[in-house]
């Protein structure tokens, strides 16, 4: 189970990253609850509960942003063992990750926007095309990328800005190993 922290980025990416992983043995359901951090958690706890109930992991996708509950919120998630795919500032760094190694220091969404702007268009809805511009390899790309940002469990720090632990959720859709 995944849910995510907004209106359409996050899901349109995962719902096409499911769609062409796709596993027989893995069923792999998103949703969408907009909301702060906290807000986001919450739904997961009380709709999904922690691992061991309907689905084996419950993962949020979260954006640092300017939350002030993320702290609660990764507090209550390790309580309910709900696994966390935090991105610093935003999802948005992610999807920055299949085309080039970003390393700086970033702003926040329309910072990064612009910097996506290169690699093709960036929708004003935020709607994403995953087999358009993130398909093929380039998620392997991302991933490795990510994990050079941070220490795992750290993302949400404003020291680790940029970060992202979406490679960690990548690798539980698609089976491969860290």
Not at 66 to 73: G, K, M, S
Not at 109 to 128: E, F, N, Q, R, T
Not at 153 to 177: K, Q, V, Y
Request: proline content about 3%; aromatic content about 10%; hydrophobic content about 35%.
């Amino acid at each position: 189970m995944v849910v995510c922290g907004s209106e359409s980025t996050e899901y349109d990416y995962l719902s096409g990253f499911k769609a062409h992983f796709k596993r027989r043995n893995l069923s792999v359901k998103v949703a969408k609850k907009p909301g702060s951090p906290l807000q986001v958690v919450n739904y997961a706890a009380e709709r999904w509960g922690g691992a061991g109930d309907e689905f084996d992991q419950v993962w949020c996708v979260l954006d640092v942003d300017e939350y002030t509950d993320l702290e609660r919120a990764v507090r209550r998630a390790r309580q309910r063992r709900i696994e966390l795919a935090v991105s610093n500032p935003c999802f948005e760094l992610w999807l920055l990750l299949h085309h080039t190694d970003h390393q700086s220091w970033t702003q926040d969404y329309d910072a990064l926007k612009k910097l996506l702007g290169k690699y093709g268009d960036v929708p004003a809805d935020k709607s994403v095309d995953f087999a358009r511009h993130y398909g093929g390899n380039l998620w392997k790309d991302a991933v490795r990328r990510a994990r050079s940002l941070a220490e795992e469990g750290t993302e949400h720090l404003p020291e680790s800005n940029p970060a992202t632990r979406m490679w960690r959720l990548a690798l539980a859709i698609t089976g491969e190993e860290a």
